[in-house]
């Protein structure tokens, strides 16, 4: 069974540099056809796409945060790291690490973490 579990700061305080890990256990980073996935959520605006990072190490973003945004991953470690810079308060939320695969065409978030909430504030 994958697991995947968040990890970093609760409080960040406006224009520092969010940093995230999501640690992947039960399973490989590197399986095919798998990607990593950071999703925000929050209130005001529900669940918003940040980015991920497929098996092979190749990442995509959100044009949104595409400036601002990076993805990469310790194999070693089986880990995920998401940054975000110049952070303000209206990246307050809760920050997920889930799993994506497409099925039959179909594409699936097949495993999530518990999230970890992320205050921007000074």
């Known amino acids: 069974q994958v697991q995947l579990q968040e990890s970093g700061p609760d409080l960040v305080k406006p224009s520092q540099t969010l940093s995230l890990t999501c640690t992947v256990s039960?399973?490989?980073?590197?399986?095919?056809?798998?990607?990593w996935t950071w999703i925000r959520q929050s209130p005001d605006k529900g669940l918003v796409w940040i980015g991920r990072i497929s098996y092979s190490g190749i990442t995509y973003y959100n044009p949104f945060f595409e400036d601002r945004a990076s993805i990469s991953r310790d194999t070693s470690k089986m880990q995920i790291a998401l940054q975000l810079r110049s952070v303000s308060p209206e990246d307050t939320g809760v920050y997920y690490c889930?799993?994506?695969?497409?099925?039959w065409g179909v594409g699936i978030y097949d495993n999530w973490g518990q999230g970890t909430q992320v205050v921007v504030s000074s």
């Open positions: 039960g399973g490989s980073i590197t399986s095919m056809h798998y990607f």
């Open positions: 889930a799993r994506y695969h497409r099925n």
